[in-house]
């Protein structure tokens, strides 16, 4: 019993800042740049993707489908982005892996509502599923399922 109450009382201060990634940035085996955006759209209006990074000052516009504006020369012909379902779009950058700024912050904007995240290049993970789940903060699932695991044990 005491055990158990040990177990959900970690479980409930774990769950406390548990939140939803939106953005995730990963290598693929190719050495690619993927960034996911997760970013839920409002219904009932058109869908504008914005992909940029900043390093220092500098903010450096990737890819968009926002009308007016454009990916910076570097990009063009570089990166891809394709839709997810239920919603959110990936962005897939060619070419770049050795040329990334030490520290960046990596953006989406969906239909004007931001997501970021901060990333050092030596923190790169690959784009396999077991490690986006360990780095995402979902990873307190597994914890949840464990502690229903060990008091049955």
């Excluded at 940035?25 to 219904?43: A, F, Q």
């Excluded at 940029?52 to 968009?64: A, F, M, P, V, Y």
Aim: glycine share 6%; hydrophobic share 35%; net charge negative.
């Amino acid at each position: 019993m005491l055990k158990s109450l040990f177990v959900y009382g970690v479980l409930g201060v774990l769950l406390i800042p548990a939140k939803c990634t939106l953005i995730t940035v990963c290598l693929e085996d190719d050495r690619d740049l993927r960034v996911d955006c997760l970013v839920k759209p409002e219904p009932n209006k058109i869908n504008s993707y914005e992909f940029s990074w900043s390093s220092g000052n500098k903010e450096s516009l990737i890819n968009t489908n926002v009308s007016g504006s454009s990916a910076e020369g570097q990009f063009k012909e570089k990166s891809t982005v394709v839709e997810l379902e239920p919603h959110g779009y990936r962005m897939t950058l060619s070419g770049f892996t050795d040329k990334l700024p030490h520290n960046t912050t990596y953006m989406c904007r969906i239909t004007g509502e931001v997501a970021k995240v901060h990333v050092e290049a030596e923190q790169l993970v690959p784009c396999s599923a077991v490690s986006l789940f360990l780095k995402s903060s979902g990873s307190w699932i597994v914890c949840l399922l464990l502690a229903f695991y060990c008091p049955h044990s």
